[in-house]
């Protein structure tokens, strides 16, 4: 099991202030370095300075959805891994955004340790990168 490091950060994308305050506890749980947004363009902007070992991100939020979000950020990192979460899982969804990057997609609402697993798996991948 991958053990975090005091460097491992995840930026979050949620525009649901819950899920964000939910998904913050989570990760500082496993003593991962959190950054929270409720806004993509906002997070986009950081990440021009800032470079996060991962991407959790929303794939319905008012702004531009985690497709676009995870599109642009890949611009800025292209080999940060993307995990997009939601509540509006499909399957050509699914496909639709490993087709198009995501490392992989989460439904809400998540189990821990699913989420564990995807981000541990996700970090682990990009390790070799």
């Given amino acids: 099991m991958l053990r975090p490091e005091a460097t491992q950060t995840i930026l979050m994308v949620d525009d649901d202030p819950e899920v964000l305050r939910t998904l913050e506890k989570i990760m500082k749980r496993k003593g991962y370095q959190t950054i929270p947004f409720s806004n993509p363009l906002l997070a986009l902007e950081t990440m021009r300075t800032r470079r996060p070992d991962l991407i959790l991100t929303d794939l319905k939020m008012p702004e531009m959805d985690?497709?676009?979000?995870?599109?642009?950020?890949?611009?800025?990192?292209?080999?940060?891994?993307v995990v997009l979460i939601t509540a509006y899982a499909?399957?050509?969804?699914?496909?639709?955004?490993?087709?198009?990057?995501?490392?992989?997609?989460?439904?809400?609402?998540?189990?821990?340790?699913?989420?564990?697993?995807?981000?541990?798996?996700?970090?682990?991948?990009?390790?070799?990168?």
């Fill in 90 to 129: 499909t399957v050509d969804t699914a496909v639709s955004a490993i087709q198009l990057g995501g490392f992989d997609y989460v439904r809400k609402p998540f189990e821990i340790s699913r989420i564990y697993a995807v981000i541990e798996k996700a970090l682990e991948s990009s390790e070799g990168r």
């Fill in 66 to 81: 985690g497709i676009q979000f995870m599109q642009e950020a890949k611009k800025i990192h292209p080999s940060v891994p």
